[in-house]
């Protein structure tokens, strides 16, 4: 079955860096364009970037644009998440998923998710 499991995650202070993992199964993961996602308390899901299966083309949430960055390796199933000048407003619990393009947009490729890893950015 699909699984994805995350880790990397931690607690930073505010202008420091962290790096995400997502080790992805179950899958052809060299078929499918990957992303991350977070979940900050209180707040809806957000689409945070994407890297498309085909050329590694990239793509951002404008908060995190110039600060994130998204790669991935398909001989190691896995995809990453480079995070620098971490801010408070970054602190939530990162995902990785599979999406699917629809039009101008992505949507979630598969319906199961991982635990996640937690960041948290604080002084």
């Known amino acids: 079955q699909v699984q994805f499991v995350e880790s990397g995650g931690g607690l930073v202070k505010p202008g420091g860096s962290l790096r995400l993992s997502c080790a992805a199964s179950?899958?052809?993961?060299?078929?499918?364009?990957m992303s991350w996602y977070r979940r900050a308390p209180g707040k809806e899901r957000e689409l945070v970037a994407v890297?498309?299966?085909?050329?590694?083309?990239?793509s951002y949430a404008d908060s995190v644009k110039g600060r994130f960055t998204i790669s991935r390796d398909n001989a190691k199933n896995t995809v990453y998440l480079q995070m620098n000048s971490l801010e408070p407003e970054d602190t939530a619990m990162y995902y990785c998923?599979?999406?699917?393009?629809?039009?101008?947009?992505?949507?979630?490729?598969?319906?199961?998710w991982g635990q996640g890893t937690q960041v948290t950015v604080s002084s």
């Open positions: 998923n599979a999406v699917l393009p629809y039009g101008s947009e992505w949507v979630l490729g598969f319906g199961s």
């Open positions: 179950g899958f052809t993961f060299s078929a499918y364009a």
């Open positions: 890297i498309t299966s085909t050329d590694h083309s990239t």
